[in-house]
């Protein structure tokens, strides 16, 4: 799987059309959360999100995408338990749930993949530093995505920073390359050793995705064969961005 999948070094050329990629992912993001409250269906979210990608006439990575089935949405949205891969519909969002957006976009052939969590209303003081551990811990693991670095740098920063605020990182599922194709190499565990790992390289991309839990490692997967919950019921949160490396350090792509 993650360890066969190709790396491919992208030019200068190609990261601009990969920054409008994620310009409009974050466009289509940004349009999701302006709707957010109690009341709204994560349907609705997800009709939100395909607007924009209709006004841009593009689609998104996710739809049809190879799983138990295939992925039947252009988004994922996952409610307080459920870490990624919710699909969206009936479900009504209430005051004090906290939801994952996972949303990406084809733009000329390349791949924005971003996501963002967020409170539904008021939320609890643990709910809203569960989000902004999360956060920051992706802010942290950017700050390592430096040509010369290693995989393991950027992975021990994230498993670091969590762990050292009581949270867990899930060891199923990692970060991973971006381009062309939704998922290139390399992987990028959000738990690991500095020093260990590929080096990083300018010109490549990468989907940074730190996936948090409050009381587990563990996750499971829920009847609808996509869904992945944590084991023991307890909140959860995603934020990732698309990030090129280059030599001017980070940057962004997933961003206004
Ligand atoms: N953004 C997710 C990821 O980084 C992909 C969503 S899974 C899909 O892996 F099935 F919805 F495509
Ligand atoms: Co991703």
């Known amino acids: 799987m993650s360890w066969d999948r190709q790396i491919v070094v992208k030019s200068a050329h190609e990261i601009t059309i990969m920054r409008e990629a994620g310009r409009i992912t974050a466009e289509g993001l940004a349009a999701v959360k302006a709707i957010i409250r109690p009341g709204i269906t994560t349907g609705d979210l997800n009709a939100a999100f395909e607007d924009v990608l209709k006004k841009y006439n593009i689609y998104s990575p996710f739809k049809n995408y190879p799983g138990p089935y295939p992925y039947p949405a252009s988004i994922c949205t996952s409610i307080n338990d459920e870490l990624v891969h919710g699909i969206p519909g009936k479900r009504k969002l209430k ?142 949160a995603h934020f990732e961005h698309s990030v090129a490396i280059t030599p001017q350090g980070p940057q962004i792509l997933t961003t206004l």
């Open 95 to 236: 005051e004090g749930d906290i939801i994952s957006v996972d949303a990406g976009v084809v733009y000329q052939g390349f791949v924005g993949d971003s996501a963002f969590t967020v409170g539904v209303g008021e939320i609890s003081p643990e709910a809203q530093r569960l989000l902004d551990v999360t956060e920051k811990s992706l802010e942290v693991g950017i700050a390592q995505m430096v040509d010369g670095n290693r995989v393991g740098d950027v992975s021990s920063a994230i498993q670091r920073y969590v762990e050292k605020h009581g949270f867990y990182v899930v060891r199923e599922y990692t970060g991973h390359g971006v381009g062309r194709q939704m998922h290139e190499g390399p992987s990028v565990p959000n738990y690991g050793t500095p020093g260990r790992g590929m080096v990083l390289k300018n010109g490549l991309t990468i989907a940074l995705e730190p996936m948090v839990l409050v009381g587990t490692s563990r996750t499971r997967v829920c009847s609808d064969g996509w869904t992945v919950a944590s084991k023991d019921g307890s909140l959860t």
